[in-house]
């Protein structure tokens, strides 16, 4: 220390020593009792002073005067941008605008004074600006930095403390949620430099529940069997419980059904909700479903767990394998099998071979084949077989439940389907022989089936070229033999054309692939006409006089002839009177032929009778004329010309 008088200083040493005074807290760490949210709870504490001066206390958020400093340099350099950034905004913002509204609208200002007045303007709302930031520098400069928190309050937050005494002070704990929350103070004292930190930590606590059943072990149940349970939940906490369930969309999770899916249960209230529980399954299998239900405000779950073990009906056949034996190519047979329901529960079936229908039909033809089967009921199943294929079937009959699963039940099929040994005779030719035109002839092809199935056959449908040539009928153009046994098919045959006849007959027999042939052949003839004669003489004729003779024709055939007669001349002393005309089976008809001999002479024609299809006849014609060849076909003894009248 200097000290100075008139125009003497004198240097004068200054000793001295500091210590920090005894104060102190009596917990360095608080920790607080688990506390529901919404709610609060306190604890207390005591500042003793044991120093012989009073001081004063005040709880800090900062451990020291110079972190206190950074902060509030911090928060000056924050505000002094901010303060930049609006300056910058208010400089480029027009305010002249203003200034203008309020001008008289008779443009009395000149630009000069318009100028003037945003400059004024602008000025103003940067001072403006400049008092408004120098306020909040003030104070944050002036802010003591006390301590504040969301959760945690401490009060009395400063105060004075006389010598030897102390001071009690609570902390109020005020969770927010359910975590862990921790916080420190310092305590900031007159008498000692460093400040005195208190930890606070506590756990927040949220609502709190319970359910009447965790867990519940269903055991065997029936697929497509609903089962109920209750279940109920109860508030055990300080505060008001919203409970929900969250949603569990498992295979089997999803088979349960809630009657309640949320709530909220009071404090106090002695009271539960009650939630019904359903449970139907389709689907088979053990299982363990564990459904959380969340509390609102809480991170524990409630956990509900149901266990079991979901069966299919049970159900049996009457037959432990269906056999259909050896069985012929395309021949239906059946087999009946009984389907009992011996489980508890209605069922819901299909029946299937599986595999069929690869061929373009179906071999197996089921009726009743789905249904409902009541429990301890049986159903009749007709199973028709009609196999497509010669070889040996080894198939399987399976039970489908309908929203169950697939192949519940299986029973073997057998059979063995094989191609009946057949021949045809005759095997190469029918012989028809000699056929008149279009009339019907019949022949035997007898078909022998030599095995000990059935053999259906059919006598495939004639082409249209082949019947140009002639067509064939048959009686029986399919049917079914009996094992070792025959049948007789007439085979009626009409030709088309004459002469040589020769066309494939084709027969089908189910399961050979080529059809046997037998090669048709016939004769093919037209209607045989005969003459009685082979000349008509009718000798010396008188001349320009008619002279009759009849020639007798008869149809010898057994189908209907047609005929025309004419004379081989053109100029002809002969005529035929019947020059067209049919024939039936086996008639006769008599032909006239006039003879008019217009010369003395020797005469001769021939007569033509041409039969339709058939052979034609020549027939000669022979006369000799005699006598004049005048004549007058009036009498010539007398000559009357009546009366006449002179002029």
């Avoid at 055990?236 to 999803?254: A, M, N, Q, R, V």
């Avoid at 509900?304 to 394998?321: D, M, N, Q, W, Y």
């Avoid at 519940?408 to 057998?414: G, T």
């Amino acid at each position: 220390m200097i000290l100075c008088y008139d125009h003497l200083e004198a240097v004068v040493a200054i000793r001295g020593e500091s210590h920090n005074d005894n104060v102190y807290l009596s917990k360095s760490h608080i920790h607080m009792d688990p506390t529901s949210i919404t709610l609060y709870s306190h604890q207390y504490y005591t500042i003793v002073n044991k120093s012989q001066v009073p001081i004063e206390f005040s709880w800090r958020a900062f451990a020291t005067e110079q972190e206190e400093n950074e902060k509030k340099s911090r928060l000056n350099m924050q505000l002094s941008q901010e303060e930049a950034e609006e300056r910058a905004m208010l400089e480029n913002q027009d305010h002249g605008e203003s200034g203008e509204e309020s001008l008289d609208s008779d443009d009395s200002y000149d630009e000069a004074e318009v100028q003037l007045k945003r400059a004024r303007a602008q000025e103003k709302a940067v001072a403006t600006l400049q008092r408004k930031y120098q306020g909040i520098r003030k104070a944050v400069e002036d802010d003591p930095m006390l301590f504040q928190d969301e959760i945690f309050t401490i009060e009395p937050l400063q105060g004075k403390i006389w010598p030897n005494t102390e001071i009690t002070c609570c902390v109020t704990f005020k969770p927010q949620g359910p975590y862990h929350y921790s916080c420190t103070a310092f305590c900031n004292t007159t008498c000692s430099e460093e400040r005195l930190a208190l930890n606070m930590t506590g756990q927040g606590k949220g609502p709190q529940a319970q359910l009447s059943l965790p867990e519940q072990d269903i055991g065997d149940i029936f697929v497509n069997f609903r089962r109920e349970f209750a279940v109920g939940i109860e508030n055990t906490g300080e505060i008001d419980c919203h409970w929900k369930l969250i949603p569990y969309e498992t295979p089997f999770g999803s088979k349960f059904q809630f009657s309640k899916t949320e709530g909220i249960l009071g404090v106090n209230q002695d009271v539960r909700d009650l939630i019904k529980v359903t449970f139907k399954s389709d689907i088979l299998g053990e299982f363990s479903e564990t459904f959380r239900f969340a509390l609102e405000g809480s991170s524990e779950m409630l956990t509900l767990t149901f266990k079991g073990h979901v069966v299919a009906p049970t159900f049996k056949f009457s037959e432990e394998i269906i056999d259909f034996g050896r069985v012929s190519y395309k021949f239906p047979i059946q087999k009946t099998v009984y389907l009992t329901n011996t489980s508890e529960v209605d069922i819901n079936y299909v029946v299937r071979v599986p595999g069929d229908g690869r061929s373009l039909q179906s071999e197996f033809n089921i009726s009743n084949d789905r249904g409902r089967l009541e429990r301890s009921k049986e159903a009749k199943i007709d199973i028709e077989f009609v196999p497509s294929f010669p070889q040996l079937y080894d198939m399987v009959l399976v039970v489908d439940l309908e929203g169950v699963g697939q192949d519940m039940l299986a029973v073997p099929i057998k059979a063995e389907c094989l191609v009946p040994k057949v021949r045809v005779s005759p095997s190469d030719f029918l012989e028809y022989e000699s056929c008149f035109l279009r009339h019907p002839k019949t022949r035997q092809i007898e078909i022998v089936n030599e095995d000990t199935l059935k053999a259906k056959y059919e006598v495939v449908p004639q082409d249209d070229q082949s019947k140009r040539i002639a067509v064939y009928t048959a009686d029986k153009g399919s049917g079914i033999i009996n094992p070792k046994s025959s049948q007789i098919v007439n085979i009626a045959l009409r030709t088309e054309i004459l002469g040589a006849v020769r066309i494939p007959l084709y027969i089908k027999v189910e399961g050979h692939h080529i059809p046997f042939m037998v090669t048709v052949l016939a004769t093919s003839t037209g209607p045989v006409v005969e003459a009685d004669r082979e000349e008509l003489d009718y000798g010396s004729v008188e001349a320009l006089t008619d002279y009759t003779q009849r020639l007798t024709i008869r149809n010898q055939s057994q189908i209907p002839a047609e005929y025309t007669a004419f004379t081989k001349q053109k100029e002809s002393i002969w005529k035929v009177i019947q020059r067209h005309g049919i024939l039936q089976p086996d008639e006769k008809r008599e032909i006239e032929v006039v003879c008019n001999a217009d010369e003395v002479q020797k005469f001769q024609d021939t007569l033509h009778i041409i039969i339709n299809n058939g052979v034609d006849l020549e027939v000669v014609l022979r006369a000799k004329g005699t006598g004049s060849t005048l004549a007058c076909k009036s009498p010539l003894g007398t000559v009357d010309f009546g009366t006449e009248h002179t002029h």
